[in-house]
């Protein structure tokens, strides 16, 4: 299994890591476990960030990659396991990232969240994903990551309706009404 170290000038720990997502030295995501201490240790140095100095190594434990001041923007969650082991995880709060297995997951939460707070029309999704998502490559495992713009949904709708980019989907049904007038006379 890969591992993940984090160190600074006062203390270092080390842990079992299944994924590893960062970006601009933020830590933005992360699956690890090991001995509890070496966990709290992990978790309060990645909180606190300063002087920092994150390495991963694959199953073999090669020395694949490093990030100098490394934080995490969201809160590190402990879970305790058993014989003396936590787990540790870091995940985002919010809906700037879009994580999943694969890219088709990464898609449907895309979907969903314009679905809920924006007004789409479900014809755009597809074409629209590419432009309003960044990928983010793992450093560490096989999940999927992309960074949603979602400021710029609106604008980029309004201006690929203005200038022809998408196209207003044909009504799915028509309605006509019939009128009839009636004058009265008194």
């Not at 600074?8 to 601009?24: E, F, M, Q, V």
């Not at 001995?35 to 994150?54: C, Y």
């Not at 994903?129 to 949603?148: D, S, Y």
Request: charged share 25%; net charge negative.
């Amino acid at each position: 299994m890969d591992k993940a170290s984090i160190s600074n000038k006062k203390a270092a720990a080390t842990l079992l890591c299944r994924d590893l997502i960062s970006s601009n030295r933020k830590v933005l995501c992360l699956t690890a476990y090991g001995p509890t201490q070496e966990v709290r240790a992990f978790a309060h140095i990645l909180a606190m960030g300063k002087d920092s100095h994150l390495r991963y190594f694959n199953a073999e434990g090669e020395d694949v990659g490093s990030v100098y001041q490394a934080y995490t923007p969201y809160s590190p969650k402990l879970i305790r396991m058993n014989e003396g082991y936590s787990g540790l995880y870091v995940i985002p709060d919010d809906t700037s990232l879009l994580i999943a297995d694969n890219e088709e997951g990464c898609f449907n939460i895309f979907s969903r969240i314009l679905d809920q707070k924006e007004f789409v029309h479900r014809d755009w999704y597809r074409e629209l994903f590419p432009v309003l998502t960044e990928k983010i490559e793992p450093l560490l495992g096989n999940l999927a990551c992309f960074a949603f713009k979602q400021a710029a949904v609106k604008p980029e709708i309004e201006n690929r309706v203005r200038y022809g980019g998408l196209k207003i989907p044909a009504p799915t049904a028509e309605f006509t009404f019939e009128t009839e007038e009636k004058h009265e006379h008194t």
